[in-house]
């Protein structure tokens, strides 16, 4: 029998990673989601504002007294060029996807930890290599995510006060 140096306190030290992870992974979510409709109630005023802006102005060329028109079309289409440009700045498409993409990694370090913990210790990799390559991964993904901000938090807490937590992989365990 060989020692792969697994003790109570590693598996302890990864159950509760595990939950770490999926608490993580929800707020990623959380965020990519309200990113989503962000970028929806940017960029759908601005696709109307400029297919309608665009007929009218066409089909105001041949009027005599279009002063009037023509300027609130044009008030309309930098009304629409203004919320695509902040759809620009804040990077919305990236915020989505890198926060859906955090979620998912979290998860499959869940999926890492669980497959380990739910084998016995002898058929187990070994214990100190295989924390070292969660906790590699595990800060990996945390350098590289956008941080979560206080109001997620506030979300969360009200979530789990609420038993609104049907996201979270393991929610008897966070509560």
Known sequence: MTDNKWTLEKETMLANWSIQCDISSWHHSYNSEYYNKLDKWLSIPSIFISAITSTAMLSSLGVDDNTYIIICFGVLLIIGTILQSMRDFLTINNL????????????????????????????????????????LKKNDIFLNSHPIDNKNWRIFKKSIETGNYMKLRNPEQVI
Do not use: A, M
């Not at 859906?100 to 990694?105: A, I, P, Y």
């Not at 979290?106 to 913990?117: A, F, G, M, R």
């Open 96 to 135: 989505i996807h890198t926060n859906s993409n955090s979620s998912k990694l979290y998860q499959l370090l869940i999926n890492d930890i669980e497959s380990q913990l739910n084998l016995t210790r002898l058929e187990r990799e070994d214990g100190v290599k295989f924390i070292n390559k969660i906790k």
